[in-house]
């Protein structure tokens, strides 16, 4: 059993690591693997048909701790360490609140709450059935058994939730808050993007401050133009295949190229970026959901974007439709008013003896962007393209790594 410090509205931890909230899911998730020697079964449980309805919980089955992340933004929004882990530490002597509902009784502080069961208790509680508000109160006798505590931010459980990123969590990283599409006359032509990252006065690590700033990248900008705009990449993977080689009209007639085309992958903006590997401008960019069940789950940090899609209606003007982050692909042909081509089917493996778990994904052509669809209907990632360029000897793009 894990020996933790409780921090209400704030972290469960020791002196080697700590769950604080609002930190992100991936994380959470490295320090688990850091520490797997000692922290063993850990369950990732979440919806697989509607992953938006419910949150994502990292099971700590051996340890009794629970590790809640918000639907949508992945960052930790509560900590419940069940009656393993309880029973060591803590004691009750405040008034409780009964919960019909659910038949326990809560107790909660500013950021932390208990919860009692009934059943449990050895004493007669001393109950008043119209206590505040016509809630139901008692006073909860000595030796009553914790069913769960859970660790959050603010004054009620129910609302709750994922605070913003603490500084402590950004470890010299930048992430993106949203990322914007821009478009021109005949197709997507770059992205805007809100980055965050932890900034601090000369020399005073206690002055540090969150810093919100904008940057552009477009297509045809040069690898170097990258590299100012938006730093480093985490990593740089060079292409070794082209799997969409097999749908062009004449595959035969494409001549091969000596160098492969390279990406910048930023893992916490949840962006690749496509570099052409004779010219070294930007070809393609590369937006992740990163929703669970998907076989890229946890490599990227979500990218909230938004892209403007082009809506033709027979009888009046085209209007312009947003697609998110969290658009399902049905909402999608349904502003469309009609259903796009049939999809390409991409399987995924991590090589051709292994099989992939979470089975298949979609992807559909639509105004030069390419939607890796699940079979949820969620969307994995959305692929853009630069403007085709005049040749006869074109190749085609690869479908999302």
Not at 202 to 229: H, I, N, W
Not at 365 to 387: C, D, K, W
């Amino acid at each position: 059993m894990l020996d933790l410090e409780v921090v209400p509205e704030r972290s469960l931890g020791n002196e080697q690591w700590e769950f604080t909230l609002g930190m992100p899911l991936a994380q959470a998730v490295a320090i688990l693997q850091k520490h797997c020697r000692i922290i063993k079964n850990v369950q990732v449980l979440y919806s697989e048909q509607s992953p938006l309805s419910h949150d994502l919980i990292l099971n700590l089955t051996q340890d009794g701790i629970k590790l809640l992340f918000d639907a949508f933004n992945q960052r930790l929004k509560a900590i419940a360490p069940t009656i393993e882990q309880i029973d060591q530490s803590f004691g009750a002597t405040h008034p409780g609140v009964y919960n019909s509902a659910e038949q326990l009784f809560h107790l909660n502080f500013r950021g932390l709450s208990f919860s009692f069961q009934l059943d449990s208790w050895t004493e007669t509680p001393k109950y008043e059935p119209n206590f505040a508000h016509g809630l139901a109160s008692l006073q909860i006798p000595h030796g009553a058994t914790v069913k769960r505590m859970y660790i959050y931010n603010g004054n009620s459980l129910q609302d709750t939730k994922a605070p913003l990123m603490p500084l402590s969590c950004f470890l010299g990283n930048v992430y993106a808050e949203n990322v914007d599409v821009l478009r021109d006359g005949t197709g997507p032509s770059g992205l805007r993007l809100r980055l965050l990252t932890a900034g601090c006065g000369p020399g005073v690590l206690a002055d540090a401050k969150m810093r919100v700033f904008e940057r552009c990248v477009y297509f045809g900008d040069s690898c170097q133009d990258v590299l100012s705009t938006l730093g480093s990449p985490h990593k740089v993977f060079y292409k070794s295949e082209d799997k969409m080689k097999i749908h062009s009209p004449s595959p035969h007639k494409q001549v091969p190229s000596k160098c492969n085309d390279y990406f910048f992958n930023y893992f916490t903006l949840g962006v690749d970026i496509l570099f052409d590997a004779n010219t070294h401008k930007v070809k393609k960019f590369v937006l992740h959901t990163n929703y669970p069940g998907h076989y890229n789950f946890n490599i990227y940090h979500r990218c909230e974007f938004k892209i403007p899609l082009v809506i033709k209606r027979d009888s009046a003007d085209s209007q312009t439709e947003t697609c998110t982050t969290y658009s399902k692909w049905d909402s999608i042909q349904d502003l469309l008013g009609h259903p796009v081509e049939k999809p390409v089917v991409l399987h995924r493996s991590s090589s051709p003896n292994n099989t992939n778990p979470f089975g298949s994904t979609f992807c559909f052509g639509l105004q030069r962007m390419i939607f890796e669809v699940m079979q949820n209907n969620h969307i994995a990632s959305v692929t853009l393209y630069g403007p085709t360029r005049p040749s006869s000897q074109l190749r085609t793009s690869d479908l999302p790594q």
